[in-house]
């Protein structure tokens, strides 16, 4: 048994070739399926996925740095503990803010344009190293203590 294309594009399942009957590989040479058209992102869509990429920056440098997230960084704002205080301030000062000031401006000014689309991880990124290259200050004893 198999499939067959009757003349009208009917599939039909036969146990051999009618006349004037096509094969599937046949039928799909000539007729290929139409993709699914694609459904446009809602802007909230976009705004997740992009904010998605920019936290995933922040908390690779976190990372980078001995901390589980930029969220579990910037939590040790309020802390006790100098070095991590310092290393929060700083990460806040010189990579937080300045990161999302620039990403937020880049996605407005797309959605200003109807141009709401998501670049690309790398594209993202690179567009990110330009314009808000990371740094981390080092942390010594001397600089909290005034010693």
């Not at 740094?135 to 909290?144: D, I």
């Amino acid at each position: 048994m198999g499939i067959f294309y009757s003349p009208a594009g009917n599939a039909e399942v036969w146990a051999s070739r009618p006349a004037g009957y096509l094969s599937e590989a046949e039928w799909l040479a000539g007729n290929p399926p139409v993709p699914e058209p694609e459904t446009q992102k809602t802007v909230e869509e976009i705004i997740a996925e992009y904010d998605a990429l920019v936290e995933r920056r922040l908390s690779a440098w976190a990372k980078l740095h001995g901390y589980m997230s930029a969220d579990r960084l910037l939590s040790y704002q309020n802390s006790t503990i100098p070095r991590w205080k310092f290393e929060a301030d700083n990460f806040r000062a010189l990579c937080w803010d300045p990161t999302w000031a620039w990403a937020q401006s880049y996605l407005n000014a797309g959605l200003a344009q109807g141009n709401p689309a998501v670049p690309a991880w790398e594209t993202l990124e690179a567009l990110l190293d330009e314009h808000v290259p990371l740094s981390w200050p080092e942390y010594t004893e001397t600089e909290q203590t005034g010693a």
